[in-house]
Nanobody
Framework: QPQLAESGGGLVQPGGSLRLSCVVS????????IGWFRQAPGKEREGVSC????????YYADAVKGRFTIYRDKAKNTVYLHMDSLKPADTDVYYC??????????????????????WGKGTQVTVSS
């Protein structure tokens, strides 16, 4: 039933910015943890940023800390990932995921990808000059 849909990816020059959107349906953001993950070809899916159910705990991977910001707009049923100072290493397919358990609060990071029950289809981010 719950569904997520990412958008906002595209081609951007190094140093540029993008804002990714994750529109959710079939569930309330009041009761789900949200994670942003990314995956490059041939690599493992890694947690980028996540927010727990209450919104009181936010995590950023070291590689993006200080550059990326996660936030929710509950009125729009949307979770955003704003990305500044993008680097070629940020080139990946970005996914949003949701889980009704308090897995983010229970983790030192975003929890493992396999713990999330619901996933979007991903949006491509390419950082290149």
């Amino acid at each position: 039933q719950p569904q997520l849909a990412e958008s906002g990816g595209g081609l951007v020059q190094p140093g540029g910015s993008l804002r990714l959107s994750c529109v959710v349906s079939g569930f309330s953001l009041d009761y789900y943890a949200i994670g942003w993950f990314r995956q490059a070809p041939g690599k493992e899916r890694e947690g980028v940023s996540c927010i727990n159910i209450s919104g009181g705990r936010i995590y950023y991977a070291d590689a993006v800390k200080g550059r990326f910001t996660i936030y929710r707009d509950k009125a729009k049923n949307t979770v955003y990932l704003h990305m500044d100072s993008l680097k070629p290493a940020d080139t990946d397919v970005y996914y949003c995921a949701a889980d009704p358990d308090d897995i983010v609060s229970q983790s030192s990071a975003c929890a493992m990808a396999y713990e999330y029950d619901y996933w979007g289809k991903g949006t491509q981010v390419t950082v290149s000059s």
